[in-house]
Every structure is written in C-alpha cells, then in structure tokens.
C-alpha cells in the first residue's frame, strides 16, 4: 500500500464554518505520520497536468480555474477558492493520477488522501466542493495507458454526478454509486444507466436515508456482482465517508464497522478478478469519523 498525501492539503481554505475545511487535511496527515511510523510508504503528490485534465474537462473550465490562482472566489452556492485553492487542487488531481498509476504499474493498492473531493466537478463546471474531478481525471489516466475496462465505485454519501456524465456514453469506465436518494446532487435514479455505447455502465444504488450497515451489506454484494461481471483491470474508489451515522451534512448510520465492510466486500472482489485498487478521497465531514474510517480503509486495504 502506498498513501500520497501532503500537508499542502491544508492550504485550501473555504469561509469560516464551510464543512470542507482545512481540518480534515489535519486528520490526513495524523493518518499519514501514523503510517509513516508504522513503516509504510508515504509520497508527495505532484500537480495534474493540462493534458491529464482536458481528458475530462473543457478548455473553458481548465482556464476559468487557472484564472483564480491566487484569489479568493465564489464559484457556486458552497464551491469556494482561497489564494493557494488553483494549486492544491491541481495536486489533488495529480495525486489521483499517481495512485491510479501505482496500482496499474505495481499492483499494490494506492491510496491518496486529497481535498477538495473531486466527483461533484463537472466537464464543465465546479461544483459541490469540487474543483477538477480527481477520480475521473485518474480513470482517464488509466484509458491513457490504454486500458478499455476502468471501474469506478463511488461510496460516498453523494451521488458523483460529475463522475456519471463524463462517462455515461463511455463503456471502458463503469461508473457504480451507493448514495442518498434523494440528495444532493439530485442525480443518482436507479433509471439511469448509461447512454449509447455506455448503456448498461452506469449503475446507481440510491438508497433511503437512515440506511444501516446491513442495508449497506446488500447493496455492497449487488456491486459485488456487477464487479464480477465486469472484470475492470482497475478498481478506483471515490472513497467518501460521509455516510457515516456520525457525519453532520447526511442522514445514513453506516459506522466505522460498516465502511470497513464495505471495503472488505470490495477488496475480496477486486482478489478474485485479480485487479489493483487505487483509493481516492471523497467527502466525510466528522473529523473524527474520517480519522477512524481512514484508519479502517488502511487496515482493510493492507490485509494479506
Ligand atoms: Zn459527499
């Protein structure tokens, strides 16, 4: 297992009170020392290149970010940028990119621990915390390198809207979400299910609020299933934490035991295919909760 991550994550500062907030950089690099410590293998990110980006986001949407390098901006309801925002989310990105590509040349798990998440952010637009979409950025490295078959398993709170449309037409990347339903974003219907060529590729489990570890434990095993059909030459997780029952902004009761089954489901099938897995931060807004199933999601990850 490698981790990626950087106190830089700190540098992107949100208004007072924003739930994004530096602090949960701070659990990051608790995560990280305690991984260090432990003998484990820790990497600095570097920043996502123009092209790595372009991949998944227009021209116009690069420039309007790159156009805020340095200054404090509103760019929707709750997406804002502070002075140093341009270049941590560009590591952020980057760091995804790294982790996809550790698993792909290696084989070991990768695990990058970044904000802002990612799976809000649109082609075209920011969105929901989002700058650039690290996963997707990440899955588009992986078809760079030439792989048709990219599974995306995003098991954060939030459907990754962002996520979906930029490969709704696409069937190298098969896009899987447990989400609140309905929630913020809004998208995520269990109707929707891919376009064209991707028709069948887009899977959405949306899930009632209040849904527990056992409900959890199903869903899990139906992506299980799909995961098997698929056989992906890479698993990516969009890893938020904001379905457990302690975070502040969603209404599920996943506890730390629950994440960690999860992810034991998805590491059990991602042995069978014989796939690598590459781990990308989402959303998780308890601090405490964060820290205790970032701390899970190792253990899990690391068991022989
Ligand atoms: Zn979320």
Not at 14 to 37: K, L, S
Not at 85 to 114: P, R, W
Request: with cysteine.
């Amino acid at each position: 297992m490698l981790l990626i991550s950087s106190p830089r994550f700190q540098e992107h500062t949100p208004p007072p009170g924003h739930p994004e907030r530096p602090e949960r950089a701070d659990v990051f690099d608790q995560v990280a020392a305690e991984w260090r410590d432990n003998g484990g293998r820790v990497v600095e990110p570097r920043p996502a290149t123009r092209d790595e980006l372009l991949r998944v986001h227009d021209a116009a949407h690069v420039r309007a970010i790159e156009e805020m390098n340095g200054r404090a901006a509103r760019l929707d309801a709750d997406t804002f940028t502070s002075p140093e925002s341009v270049e941590i989310a560009l590591l952020a990105a980057g760091a995804a990119v790294q982790a996809a590509e550790h698993a792909l040349d290696t084989g070991e798990t990768a695990f990058a621990l970044v904000r802002p998440p990612g799976h809000h952010a649109e082609r075209d637009r920011a969105m929901g915390f989002c700058l650039f979409n690290n996963v997707a950025v990440a899955a588009a490295a992986a078809l760079a390198r030439g792989r048709s078959r990219v599974a995306v398993v995003d098991i954060d709170v939030h459907h990754g809207n962002g996520t979906q449309w930029m490969f709704y037409s696409d069937p190298r990347v098969l896009y899987v979400s447990t989400h609140q339903f309905p929630f913020y974003p809004g998208t995520g219907a269990a109707d929707e299910t891919g376009a064209g060529a991707g028709e069948g590729f887009t899977f959405n489990l949306p899930l009632a609020a209040g849904a527990t570890d056992s409900d959890y434990a199903i869903a899990s095993a139906a992506v299980a299933l799909r995961l098997e059909q698929y056989a992906p030459e890479l698993l990516l997780i969009s890893a938020g934490y904001d379905a457990h029952e302690d975070d502040p902004l969603a209404s599920m009761r996943v506890t730390t035991g629950g994440y960690r089954a999860i992810l034991a489901s998805l590491r059990a099938v991602a042995a069978r295919i014989g796939c690598p897995i590459a781990v990308v931060t989402e959303g998780g807004y308890d601090l405490d909760a964060l820290r205790a199933c970032l701390r899970a999601t190792l253990e899990v990850l690391t068991e022989i």
